[in-house]
């Protein structure tokens, strides 16, 4: 059992940067590979980036390649997002989530637990 706290969304103009954090409780933490993904409202959960449990392979959407960076440190049972260069269209409510499963998945049916999501909201 895996829960995540995720923090640090607010609201920045375009073309500053925001830094989300995502706490998760439990021993096997270490053990997942773990994801960020974003909505709103009246779409579906869009993948964002995902890093393996080893922190040593990260996946990105296009949309934030070369923007947005993934990391995390299984000392502090956390998983992080730097989003830089931030545009009005990176707006949404960003959650972070866990996955049990190998290989890379974009899918949200392919991650078990998620947090209750941090709200970013980028002004033009």
């Known amino acids: 059992q895996v829960q995540l706290v995720e923090s640090g969304g607010g609201l920045v103009q375009a073309g500053g940067s925001l830094r989300l954090s995502c706490a998760a409780s439990?021993?096997?933490?270490?053990?997942?590979?773990m994801g960020w993904f974003r909505q709103t409202p009246g779409k579906e959960r869009e993948f964002v980036a995902r890093?393996?449990?080893?922190?040593?392979?990260?996946y990105y959407a296009d949309s934030v390649k070369g923007r947005f960076t993934i990391s995390r440190d299984n000392a502090k049972n956390a998983v992080y997002l730097q989003m830089n260069s931030l545009k009005a269209e990176d707006s949404a409510v960003y959650y972070c989530?866990?996955?049990?499963?190998?290989?890379?998945?974009?899918?949200?049916?392919?991650?078990?637990?998620w947090g209750q999501g941090t709200q970013v909201t980028v002004s033009s």
């Open positions: 439990g021993r096997t933490f270490s053990s997942y590979a």
């Open positions: 989530a866990a996955n049990s499963r190998p290989g890379i998945h974009t899918s949200p049916d392919a991650y078990d637990y």
């Open positions: 890093i393996r449990w080893s922190g040593s392979g990260t």
